[in-house]
């Protein structure tokens, strides 16, 4: 176990490496690759009738006249030991794990994803919770009543969710429950927990349903073609052979044995949407990693949207992790040795 644990945490520090360099290849060498010169990047960011003084001025403060090379070790070092960044007079020392300053707003890029995450935190693992209880519950039931209406209706009900985009689901749940009966807040009404937890879950009701419907669809339809190929194991025959009762030979062998590549899949799943649920996030008007992400490569605030890619990549690489060491819970055949 510890071994495996192990190994398992140096594979996860060389895939952060990796995306890190690909992902500061892409956003600061590609545009060199492409023709665009160190002043015509900088002038960018200084706004309205660039001056040379202000672009010299630019590009000594982002460290964009060095090689890209030598910036990419300086990113890495201020990760691990911090930077000093000099603004003309002032110094100002960023703590590690320093991430930069944001081009656009000048503000610390960790200060700021950490200000944003709590609400895709919020968003995800709301939605987790009611597309795991919902999908799972759903696909149990239609395959312990294969071919009923129940069961045909749960499937036309999951091939809709799965069909329709976020962006429909969520306009059309805003018109009809927000502004046509008014039984849930609008959109842009999002406070944290913190602030007002009655508004903060009223706010969060229909983006969980939202979020969830897309992904209850596809986890009903994976839990029952899992359950109809596990009910007809030889393990499951002897099982009630043995005189075992029915919901004990359905949770506590069929279902358990059909939950191993489901956990796959949402490790995954809630990786990427704690990365940001982009379209759910617009169409609510949630300030999550989601929202900022748009902003940032609209405004082409490049610190921001890499360090937005190495949080995504960094929870998408610790829960799946998880997910694996909860293999040998869910099934005891998994053996992580």
Known sequence: MFPYLIRRLIGAVLMLLLVSLVTFGIFFWL??????????????????????????????????????VVQYGEYLKAIVVGKDYKAGPVTDHCPAPCLGYSYRSSQPVLETLLDRAPATASLAFGAAVVWLVGGITTGVVSALRRGSLWDRTAMIIAL????????FTGLVSLALFSYTFKIFPGGGSYLPITTNPVTWFQSLVLPWVTLAFL???MYARLTRAGMLETMNE?????????????????TKHALRASLTPILTIFGLDLGLLLGGAVLTENTFGIPGLGQLAITSINGGDLPMVLGITLITATSIVVINLIVDLLYAVVDPRVRLS
């Open 31 to 68: 545009p060199k690759l492409a023709g665009q010169t160190t002043d015509q990047i900088a002038a960018g960011y200084v706004g309205k009738a660039p001056t040379a003084e202000a672009i010299q001025d630019t590009k000594e403060r982002l460290g964009l006249d060095k090689p890209v």
């Open 215 to 217: 992904y209850a669809a």
């Open 234 to 250: 030889d393990y499951i025959r002897t099982a009630r052979a043995k005189g075992l009762p029915e919901k004990t030979v359905v």
């Open 160 to 167: 809709s969710g799965v069909s329709l985009p976020i962006y």
